[in-house]
């Protein structure tokens, strides 16, 4: 990397740690004003943003991304609205910020508080979803973290622009300018390095697949939180009322295929697969899903619409992301449970089951973010769990997991008061 371009990121963290200590300091009142004049500035340009993120869309188009992936690139009017609300929506929550978690006074005399507080600077790398753009620089500012955005190459015009409008908007509606960075290097060398700049940056989260979740692992020295992929499953019980199951299984697979709590696996118990099958793989067929199948699925579905596939164990090691899917008989839950261990990427997993007991067991067994029962895997999300805007679900365990949304954006100190307690 050049001496120059290193110099570049190395003065973007530089003004982003600067500014995350006045941002500390700004009241819930500065900081919501902000957010609320960020929603207004991308609504009165939202024609500009339009017009960038169209040369994205054509662009993407042109070079062969999937259906899947143009769906979570592209901005509509509707979409815009939709972003601008998150962000009034995130003003009108709690600011976790100066929360008192727990106090207590010990033996000694001594007040202990522990009190939520900003990390400082948060870099935040994702893909092809430009509304990560504004839901991340949201949820930073609204905890008081200057945040240093790096978006896909995909939507870099929708970025770029995106980035300059809340920018300029919470500038002139008194937070510091530098509180939002939006990183213009596309070359990978660039992200490395700030990377290693465990002096500016105090944590990163990745927001996309695998391959980006372990990019970020193997290359940053500053502490990574994951919100990756989600190669998540519906699994139908011996006792699942199959009308719920195939409503939930369509749900979970096709109402938006490109997301990460889409189900890229179905597994169904062999007590109901006679009955199941064929329905199943109808209804999948008909909005156009490929199905990979075992040999028992095959067997059971009967004349398709479309060819049936053999499925490896790349396909169920797969986050297809598309109108693909993985589908297996399974002989017992137990079976169930040990196929999402082995290829599951702990987001998001799902059991349609009338059996109290099943349940619980599948909910004590299988090692996931969130578990449903009786639902769709499509839920997973921020603002439909009611915690606002999120920048993604943790697969991880430590610090947070699930829904990345404001409390689990902060950190921790302890106050300690005394009245002159010497030890």
């Given at each position: 990397?050049?001496?120059?371009?290193?110099?570049?990121?190395?003065?973007?963290?530089?003004?982003?740690?600067?500014?995350?200590?006045?941002?500390?300091?700004?009241?819930?009142?500065?900081?919501?004003?902000?957010?609320?004049?960020?929603?207004?500035?991308?609504?009165?340009?939202?024609?500009?943003?339009?017009?960038?993120?169209?040369e994205?869309?054509?662009?993407?188009?042109?070079?062969?991304?999937?259906?899947?992936?143009?769906?979570?690139?592209?901005?509509?009017?509707?979409?815009?609205?939709?972003?601008?609300?998150?962000?009034r929506?995130?003003?009108?929550?709690?600011d976790?910020?100066?929360?008192?978690?727990?106090?207590?006074?010990?033996?000694?005399?001594?007040?202990?508080?522990?009190?939520?507080?900003?990390?400082?600077?948060?870099?935040?790398?994702?893909?092809?979803?430009?509304?990560?753009?504004?839901?991340?620089?949201?949820?930073?500012?609204?905890?008081?973290?200057?945040?240093?955005?790096?978006?896909?190459?995909?939507?870099?015009?929708?970025?770029?622009?995106?980035?300059?409008?809340?920018?300029?908007?919470?500038?002139?509606?008194?937070?510091?300018?530098?509180?939002?960075?939006?990183?213009?290097?596309?070359?990978?060398?660039?992200?490395?390095?700030?990377?290693?700049?465990?002096?500016?940056?105090?944590?990163?989260?990745?927001?996309?697949?695998?391959?980006?979740?372990?990019?970020?692992?193997?290359?940053?020295?500053?502490?990574?939180?994951?919100?990756?992929?989600?190669n998540?499953?519906?699994?139908?019980d011996?006792?699942?009322?199959?009308?719920?199951?195939?409503?939930?299984?369509?749900?979970?697979?096709?109402?938006?295929?490109?997301?990460?709590?889409?189900?890229?696996?179905?597994?169904?118990?062999?007590?109901?697969?006679?009955?199941?099958?064929?329905?199943?793989?109808?209804?999948?067929?008909?909005?156009?899903?490929?199905?990979?199948?075992?040999?028992?699925?095959?067997?059971?579905?009967?004349?398709?619409?479309?060819?049936?596939?053999?499925?490896t164990?790349?396909?169920?090691?797969?986050?297809?992301?598309?109108?693909?899917?993985?589908?297996?008989?399974?002989?017992?839950?137990?079976?169930?449970?040990?196929?999402?261990g082995?290829?599951?990427?702990?987001?998001?997993?799902?059991?349609?089951?009338?059996?109290?007991?099943?349940?619980?067991?599948?909910?004590?067994?299988?090692?996931?973010?969130?578990?449903?029962?009786?639902?769709?895997?499509?839920?997973t999300?921020?603002?439909?769990?009611?915690?606002?805007?999120?920048?993604?679900?943790s697969?991880?365990?430590?610090?947070?997991?699930?829904?990345?949304?404001?409390?689990?954006?902060?950190?921790?100190?302890?106050?300690?008061?005394?009245?002159?307690?010497?030890?």
């Amino acid at each position: 990397m050049k001496t120059n371009d290193l110099a570049k990121i190395t003065d973007l963290a530089a003004a982003a740690k600067k500014a995350s200590r006045r941002l500390a300091l700004m009241t819930a009142a500065e900081k919501n004003r902000a957010l609320i004049a960020m929603a207004e500035a991308l609504q009165r340009r939202s024609a500009e943003i339009l017009v960038e993120n169209a040369e994205d869309v054509e662009e993407g188009r042109k070079r062969g991304l999937s259906k899947a992936l143009i769906d979570r690139l592209i901005l509509d009017e509707q979409r815009l609205k939709g972003i601008a609300s998150s962000l009034r929506d995130v003003a009108v929550l709690p600011d976790p910020i100066g929360e008192i978690v727990e106090g207590w006074r010990t033996a000694e005399g001594l007040e202990i508080q522990r009190v939520r507080v900003p990390f400082g600077v948060v870099c935040v790398v994702y893909e092809a979803r430009p509304n990560v753009t504004v839901d991340a620089a949201a949820l930073c500012l609204k905890t008081g973290n200057a945040v240093i955005l790096r978006g896909g190459s995909d939507a870099y015009r929708s970025n770029r622009i995106l980035a300059e409008v809340i920018t300029g908007a919470a500038l002139e509606a008194g937070l510091p300018g530098d509180a939002i960075q939006f990183m213009l290097d596309k070359d990978r060398a660039a992200l490395v390095a700030l990377l290693q700049m465990r002096d500016m940056v105090d944590l990163v989260i990745p927001r996309g697949g695998e391959a980006l979740k372990d990019f970020l692992l193997e290359n940053s020295k500053v502490p990574v939180i994951y919100a990756a992929g989600g190669n998540c499953h519906v699994y139908v019980d011996e006792s699942a009322d199959l009308k719920q199951a195939l409503e939930i299984t369509i749900n979970a697979k096709c109402h938006r295929p490109g997301v990460c709590n889409a189900a890229e696996t179905l597994l169904v118990h062999e007590a109901v697969a006679p009955d199941f099958m064929a329905a199943v793989t109808k209804g999948l067929q008909d909005r156009d899903v490929t199905l990979y199948v075992d040999k028992r699925t095959r067997e059971l579905a009967g004349e398709t619409r479309e060819p049936l596939l053999d499925a490896t164990e790349v396909q169920y090691a797969t986050e297809f992301l598309d109108l693909q899917m993985a589908v297996k008989v399974v002989s017992s839950l137990e079976e169930a449970v040990e196929h999402i261990g082995r290829y599951g990427t702990g987001h998001s997993e799902a059991i349609v089951t009338k059996d109290l007991e099943a349940s619980r067991r599948f909910a004590r067994s299988v090692d996931a973010a969130v578990i449903y029962i009786n639902a769709s895997t499509r839920f997973t999300d921020g603002g439909v769990f009611g915690l606002g805007a999120e920048i993604g679900i943790s697969t991880q365990k430590m610090h947070a997991r699930g829904p990345l949304a404001l409390r689990e954006l902060t950190s921790v100190k302890y106050v300690v008061t005394g009245e002159g307690h010497v030890r």
